[in-house]
């Protein structure tokens, strides 16, 4: 038996208000949900309030076989209010002075750094600079060759080119959709097409992989000299929540077993898709799927 991957996602844990009730949600989570699927050892840091929504999420991620470092604060457990378009694309409301504002590094955390094979963390959660330093600070310490994967996951006005550039520059595989990557191009002065864009971060930023997706109109990946290009799957669409974490989920088990890139391309493409296919962030996974696959054990 394989030794399982430490992975950790870090940043926002917070209730989806979808239309249809309250969902588990926060890219870190779903991140760590999703690798927890595919086989790793799957860690969630963040923060939650002192109170009931709190004690939900602790004992709906209980549930799902995760290792949980929630710290308690005083402050309200995240939410998020959600509205999803007739194409099924979410728009989001995120509070502002929640719990996840105030993580903290413990001093357990950061011996779970330095143990880290990969670790995924965005914009959102460094919206405060008490939660910022702790992300920064974590990043820091895990070791030279681990994956640290920056979902960019731009969100409101929670971002400005500072917080953009110190986080891949902190990165060494970086994620971004095709509006993201207008966004940043615009805020760094750069011109050119699309892939032009995406081969100027790998090179200015040194990055190992860059991961660009373009919605329905299928996704990217880059690494070294190597290109995967893949359509989007045509699927029945449920809502998009956590589509793009998973993806990433996928992208990242696969970088951590060395996977060829269009191996690693195709797991990030299916299981987005499954995602897709149901309500929420984190669907259960058939035992078909979970098959098909759980390959690190």
């Known amino acids: ?151 960019i996951n731009l969100r409101q006005n929670f971002y400005n080119k500072e917080l953009i550039e110190n986080s891949i520059k902190l990165s060494n595989v970086l994620k971004i959709n095709d509006d993201e990557l207008k966004i940043v191009s615009e805020m760094f002065g750069w011109t050119g097409d699309d892939e032009k864009i995406c081969q100027k971060l790998i090179e200015v930023y040194q990055l190992k992989v860059l991961a660009y997706t373009c919605g329905t109109k299928g996704s990217y990946l880059y690494k070294g000299s190597g290109k995967s290009f893949m359509d989007t799957p045509i699927v029945e669409v449920k809502d998009t929540v956590g589509a793009g974490d998973s993806f990433t989920a996928g992208l990242t088990t696969g970088l951590l077993e060395n996977k060829k890139l269009e191996e690693c391309h195709s797991r990030a493409v299916k299981i987005s898709a499954y995602v897709c296919t149901h309500f929420g962030a984190m669907p259960e996974y058939s035992g078909q799927l979970k098959q098909l696959f759980h390959s690190i054990l």
């Open 1 to 151: 038996m394989k030794t399982k991957f430490k992975v950790v996602g870090i940043g926002e844990v917070l209730w989806d208000m979808l239309p249809q009730g309250k969902q588990l949600g926060g890219a870190p989570a779903n991140f760590a949900y999703h690798a927890n699927q595919l086989g790793a050892e799957s860690y969630v840091i963040s923060a939650i309030g002192k109170d009931a929504l709190g004690e939900e999420i602790l004992n709906q991620l209980s549930a799902y076989d995760l290792n949980l470092r929630l710290e308690k604060v005083d402050y309200p457990t995240g939410t998020v209010n959600v509205t999803v378009s007739n194409l099924g694309i979410p728009e989001y409301e995120i509070i502002k002075n929640v719990a996840w504002d105030y993580l903290e590094l413990t001093p357990e955390n950061i011996s779970l750094a330095q143990q880290t094979d990969a670790v995924c963390f965005g914009s959102l959660a460094q919206r405060h600079e008490v939660s910022r330093k702790a992300i920064t600070d974590f990043i820091k310490k895990v070791p030279v060759n681990a994956l640290k994967i920056f979902d």
